[in-house]
């Protein structure tokens, strides 16, 4: 192990520690932050400076503007698309949904008027094939490639 050296101090081990001076209240914050990381301190602050570093963000300057610009500009495009998925259901409503209820409801009617009564037909049901699972499904092999 190499010895390092601190104010004529000699200190055994590889850590290669450094102190840093900021104020009483900042650390008090910081250790609180870095508690609910369960991470060291170092560890912390290791990863506050590669996320500033790899996002290209400056605590002081435009780093927060261009996040939060981001967020808007992310929900104005959320917000189009939401509505033209609402203009696609209401189209739906118009043109097929609306026209087969009004249609059902007159041919209801035309029954009805008619004095017809229903006739209680047994509803057949078709027996079902059970060799579906020795077929592999896109499921199951997603399943077992991805676990």
Same mark, same amino acid.
């Given at each position: 192990?190499?010895?390092? #050296? $601190?104010?004529?101090? $000699?200190k055994k081990g590889s850590g290669g520690y450094s102190n840093i001076t900021i104020k009483k209240e900042t650390a008090i914050r910081f250790r609180s932050y870095s508690k609910k990381f369960g991470k060291s301190h170092s560890?912390?602050?290791? *990863?506050?400076?590669? %996320?500033?570093?790899?996002?290209?963000l400056d605590p002081f300057g435009e780093g927060t503007k261009i996040i939060v610009d981001n967020i808007k500009k992310l929900e104005r495009q959320m917000m189009k698309k939401f509505d033209r998925l609402i203009a &696609? &259901?209401?189209?739906?409503?118009? $043109? #097929? &949904?609306?026209? $087969? %209820?009004?249609m059902m409801l007159i041919l209801y009617e035309a029954y009805v008027?008619? *004095?017809?009564?229903?006739?209680?037909?047994?509803?057949?049901?078709?027996?079902?094939?059970?060799?579906?699972? #020795?077929?592999?499904t896109p499921f199951q092999k997603w399943s077992m490639t991805e676990c």
């Open positions: 192990m190499e010895k390092q #050296s $601190t104010n004529d101090r $000699t560890e912390v602050l290791d *990863g506050m400076v590669c %996320y500033f570093k790899e996002n290209n &696609i &259901i209401k189209n739906m409503e118009k $043109t #097929s &949904i609306r026209p $087969t %209820y009004e008027r008619d *004095g017809r009564k229903p006739k209680r037909e047994p509803v057949k049901i078709r027996e079902e094939r059970m060799d579906f699972w #020795s077929l592999e």
